[in-house]
């Protein structure tokens, strides 16, 4: 297996076992357990009992831009600013492997600052939702450059965001995951969860830690366990719709709106005492986008209940923002010497949260 990329080989796993295909109504279902989201008939009576959404964000993630796909994504994004009407457009990644063209003037710059430059104008010119944006595994070169700090945290309608992405990163021999933090971060990190230790938290990022599909995925993984305030995990990656309970805890996967079939999104409405989470695909057979009938819960813990609030400005503004300072993303063939310590942490996840959980 070692010549297939750790999100497929993942994917597939997951996928092969019973656990990952048991449909789980709200909380009927107690433990760590994979599930793919429940397909429901109508509203659950758990969200119809939350009420009207105080108010909601849209998540993209993989969406794999290319010179195939310019109009789909803007098809979608005009889904986003006129029928989801959200506050903003969270991207986990992966996203845009088209290159600007050449700058007139200065010095050359490199393909992966070009990258980033398209995406950022293609956003501009086709996206009026704001967006809130950190790289993935692909095409992470020049995010600094571009985009700025690509581990940040900020506030908005009472919750926290902490997104990241890692500092070095190995792509050679065919292998994935093979991604870290460098201490500095690794101290940001522990310093933000401390700061907003009594506010209801969601941790963005691309490769899963839930279940693990980097190397610093099990110590991402012990370091938020210590944090009973972050409720979720909203990931990107694997390019298939899951879900994992672990410790009151909700770790979700998000579908991929470039390579997945079909192509889907999730629009995630908050209320004072649970987030809901929808997803949107696009049926091709009718030439739009549409919500499913599938519902997800996030439930926020008694200490943090209350806190979301409707935002009292139109608009969008981060409030309390922090990060880590832009640096250049690094590409580090010495964690090629650790790919057999990520096997074996995949290998346990997979044992802890999927293949034990029937």
């Known amino acids: 297996m070692g010549s297939i990329s750790n999100r497929f080989a993942t994917a597939l796993l997951l996928l092969s076992t019973p656990a990952a295909l048991v449909c789980v109504r709200g909380d009927e279902r107690k433990g760590p357990n994979a599930t793919v989201p429940e397909t429901a008939g109508s509203m659950p009576g758990w969200a119809k009992a939350a009420g009207a959404p105080l108010w909601s964000f849209a998540w993209v993630s993989d969406l794999h831009l290319d010179e195939s796909r310019r109009e789909f994504a803007a098809k979608a994004f005009r889904h986003i600013d006129e029928e989801l009407k959200a506050r903003f457009a969270l991207f986990t990644g992966d996203n845009n492997a088209i290159a600007a063209a050449p700058a007139a003037a200065g010095p050359p710059e490199p393909l ?41 945290s900020f506030d908005y309608g009472g919750l926290h965001f902490l997104l990241l992405a890692p500092d070095r990163t190995f792509h050679g021999q065919g292998m994935e995951g093979l991604s870290v933090f460098d201490e500095p971060t690794w101290t940001w990190i522990r310093e933000d969860l401390d700061r907003s230790r009594e506010d209801p938290t969601v941790l963005a990022i691309h490769e899963p830690f839930v279940p693990c599909t980097f190397l610093d995925a099990p110590r991402l993984r012990t ?41 889907g999104m999730k629009l995630i ?80 996840s997979l044992g802890s949260d999927v293949l034990l959980w029937h």
């Open 112 to 152: 992966g600052v070009r990258r980033q430059r398209f995406f950022k104008a293609f956003l501009q010119d086709r996206l009026k939702t704001p967006p809130v944006v950190i790289p993935g595994d692909d095409w992470p070169e020049g995010f600094d450059r571009v985009f700025g700090a690509k581990q940040y």
């Open 223 to 263: 370091l938020v366990d210590r944090y009973p305030n972050v409720i979720a995990a909203l990931q990107g990656h694997l390019h298939v719709d899951l879900e994992f309970r672990s410790k009151d805890r909700t770790y979700l996967v998000a579908p991929a709106l470039g390579k997945t079939s079909p192509p």
């Open 269 to 348: 409405h908050v209320h004072p005492e649970v987030l809901i989470v929808r997803t949107i695909q696009y049926d091709k057979s009718a030439g739009r986008f549409a919500a499913t009938d599938r519902w997800q819960k996030i439930p926020i813990p008694k200490p943090q209940r209350g806190k979301p609030a409707k935002p009292p400005e139109p608009g969008f503004a981060m409030r309390n923002y922090h990060c880590v300072a832009p640096h250049p993303h690094i590409d580090d063939p010495a964690l090629a010497g650790r790919k057999g310590e990520l096997w074996k942490a995949i290998r346990e």
